[in-house]
């Protein structure tokens, strides 16, 4: 593999971006609106996608957003977001947000989530991506679990496909 053809994770990966909340930012349970940060870590994750693949890349999926507690006012938000795997077209990109209390510093895991883009060419037809080369045992370790996320996600279409055609 040349290195034309690959790059390592770190190079695309966005650690700990800052996000203050606001009142503006908040649902009527007086927590932070879902919402807000999932558009977040799409956004974060086009950033990315397209410093991985050199193109212009669009949102495929999104699958395993999973909420694990939540925000409230005052509280900062830290997102960090790094590309798992490529595959032709398509790059997994995992997020992780962390809810930070700005006065004590302490943090606490607020939101996982997996994006899948596919790059674009000039005339909007998927292009190859470069391959990923994890440096670190932790991306090494998503590099992997990637892999059987992608597996399960393209048994599902089949399964979709097929019970379709059979209605």
Known sequence: MSAMNSKPISASA???????????????HNTVF??????????LALVVAERH????????????IHFRAPAKGNDTLLFSLSLNRSW???MEIGARVE???SYTGDTRHI???????????????PVDVPK???????????YENA?????????TREQLVRAEDKS
């Open 34 to 43: 879902g919402g807000m940060i999932m558009a977040k870590c799409d956004r």
């Open 14 to 28: 966005i650690e700990k971006h800052v996000y203050k909340v606001f009142p503006n930012d908040m649902n009527a």
């Open 147 to 155: 892999e059987i996320r992608r597996e399960g996600r393209l048994k």
């Open 132 to 142: 990923a080369i994890p440096e670190t045992e932790e991306q090494k370790r998503r």
């Open 53 to 64: 693949s050199a193109h212009v890349c669009v949102t495929a999926s999104v699958d395993s």
């Open 99 to 101: 809810a930070e209390n």
């Open 111 to 125: 939101l996982s989530a997996f994006f899948t883009f596919v790059a674009l060419d000039e005339n909007d037809n």
């Open 88 to 90: 032709g077209s398509s």
